[in-house]
């Protein structure tokens, strides 16, 4: 993930500078729904997977919020 879009900021009440694309899945999605997130954000980015699903994490105020992510597959200059 190398992306988090400013509406990610509203919805879990956390700067976008505290939400660091690479490490949400292991500090902000519910322990519940994290392997269950991994497994689809891997299988979308490769494209076995339709690149959209929904998952819960944890906002600031410590509620839960459903998430729809949506995963775009791209070659980035790291290869």
Known sequence: MTYVGPRAETLLGYPLERLVPGRLL????????????????????????????????????GRVGWVRDIVAAGVTQDG
Do not use: K, S
């Open 26 to 61: 292991d500090n902000r999605v519910h322990g519940e729904d994290r392997e269950y997130a991994r497994t689809q954000l891997a299988a979308a980015a490769a494209g076995e997977l339709p690149g959209e699903f929904e998952y819960r994490m944890m906002r600031r105020d």
